[in-house]
């Protein structure tokens, strides 16, 4: 068999008499995106943010269905996405534009954000609005939740930074926590903690007047000149960068509940809180399990969870312990009593409750001064060993005791199946890696319409799948009827001899 040429003059001379509905595959992800969601909802969202009268805007459908075209097909660039779009029938066919419709300009939806979008609720209800939809059509199974947290890469150079000193802030649950100490305090018969303000005097220089003031504090940190909003990230062997950090939650299916996004160089027990209360509460009302990371492992976290009649799942948290000496589980804790007794057999009596919250057990110098074990129990010049005890310690030991349950053996193996797999997907498919925005209200709008994309491309895909049967239903019935027409027809045209 010879090899067969094709004529390049007329590979583009044909004429097509069709329509784009005709051209765009009945499979395609765009078809099943329209047919999950009615995006008319946008208009009751951005309603108040246009005016009644003056020049004809953009469709604001259009707008938002062009940035869902940006992160659910992870093209992570709009001028790239309204390339895209002009030669794509696919794309043309879900914004509605015709083959002669102009692609509105790539700047045309950064200046709509600037002028009318910014500092609104609108992502928020996009992304509320698509997580009913899967809620409705019971896809969410939020009786066990899943959450951690990943760094953002921020747009902004690492080399330009200044440093700066910020006062340190207190933490969200302090109020509670001093007045526990207190009363831990009165219990054990101690006094009560002087208020640990350091008051400087100041004199006005306009009117010569001292002036009394706090002095609270502070801390060193590398602020970023580009953007001051991120943080500098460094965490284990990753590269040191300014990002963001982002906190979410999701179910076993892996439909994300909710975010919280803060400065790289939060720690993830501070954020937290953040994104815990950011879950609605009628998602959070159904929960009975969360599980979380090691990194989560602190006692006000485990004392939130369980307050809020839910059961925390997490892992085992190593001791931070020096290499070759007792850990703190090595010595047993008497609550009745209320004593620790070291592996020698010697007592730690309560001594005092300090500021952070813990109870330090004291050991007796004498029975350390000559305690064969001294060298693997502490290195303290006076020859003492001290443990720390957190008032709220009981939460964390209970959290300890389910991790040895059969629930928990079931839920957290699944935390690789769900809230790791979907920032993984989001950072290799939906543009999570990075951010091109600068500003973390900027960032955080951009992060709920990559997570709202993320959770329709899941719906779109489960609930079409029905559609996708039918339709093959549908083919295979007429390849039936052509087979028996084309019988009946044959049958009749042949002869009989």
């Known amino acids: 068999m010879s090899m067969t040429k094709k004529d390049a003059k007329t590979k583009n001379n044909s004429f097509l008499f069709c329509t784009i509905e005709d051209l765009v595959p009945l499979d395609h992800l765009v078809r099943k995106l329209e047919s999950v969601i009615d995006w008319n909802f946008i208009y009751k969202i951005v309603e108040d943010l246009y005016s009644t009268i003056g020049r004809r805007s953009i469709d604001p459908v259009v707008l938002f269905k062009m940035v869902f075209i940006n992160y659910v097909f992870g093209i992570n660039s709009m001028r790239k996405t309204c390339k895209e779009i002009q030669v794509n029938l696919a794309y043309r066919w879900f914004l509605g534009l015709d083959v002669n419709d102009s692609v509105p300009n790539f700047s045309t939806y950064s200046k709509n954000y600037e002028r009318r979008f910014a500092g609104t609720t609108v992502f928020e209800d996009i992304f509320g609005h698509v997580l009913k939809i899967a809620i409705d059509n019971n896809m969410v199974d939020n009786t066990a939740i899943f959450g951690d947290s990943t760094h953002i890469k921020a747009s902004a150079n690492k080399g330009k930074y200044k440093n700066d000193v910020v006062e340190k802030s207190s933490k969200i649950y302090q109020d509670v926590l001093d007045k526990e100490i207190a009363d831990d305090r009165v219990l054990n018969g101690k006094k009560p903690l002087k208020k640990n303000k350091k008051i400087i005097e100041v004199v006005d220089n306009e009117t010569g007047e001292i002036i009394s003031k706090e002095v609270k504090p502070t801390k060193n940190i590398k602020v970023s000149t580009t953007d001051p909003t991120c943080g500098m990230f460094h965490k284990g062997e990753k590269e040191k960068m300014f990002a963001f950090t982002s906190s979410s939650f999701c179910d076993k299916r892996g439909f ?242």
């Open 256 to 497: 994300v509940l909710g975010s919280y996004l803060a400065p790289g160089n939060v720690h993830d027990s501070v954020s937290f809180y953040g994104l815990y209360n950011n879950i609605k509460n009628d998602i959070m009302a159904k929960v009975e399990y969360i599980s979380l990371d090691a990194g989560y492992v602190t006692p006000h976290i485990c004392k939130t969870i369980f307050d809020n009649n839910k059961i925390p799942i997490m892992p085992y948290k190593r001791p931070m312990t020096k290499k070759g000496f007792f850990k703190k589980y090595e010595f047993v804790y008497d609550e009745y009593l209320n004593i620790y007794i070291c592996p020698e057999g010697n007592t730690l009596k309560y001594s005092t409750t300090n500021r952070e919250g813990n109870r330090e057990y004291k050991s007796n110098k004498f029975d350390c001064a000559n305690c064969p074990s001294k060298s693997k129990c502490t290195e303290s010049k006076p020859a003492q060993k001290v443990i720390n005890r957190h008032i709220w310690e009981d939460y964390k030991e209970e959290t300890e005791h389910i991790r040895h349950s059969d629930i928990h053996k079931e839920i957290y193996p699944k935390r690789k199946e769900t809230i790791e797999r979907v920032f993984a997907d989001g950072k290799e498919n939906h543009c999570l890696r990075y951010t091109r925005y600068r500003g973390i209200d900027r960032v955080n709008d951009s992060v709920m319409l990559i997570y709202a994309s993320m959770n329709l491309k899941k719906l779109a895909n489960w609930l079409a799948k029905p559609q996708k049967q039918a339709v093959l239903s549908l083919f295979l019935r007429n390849i039936s009827v052509f087979l028996k027409n084309y019988h009946f027809i044959h049958k009749k045209m042949t002869p009989s001899f």
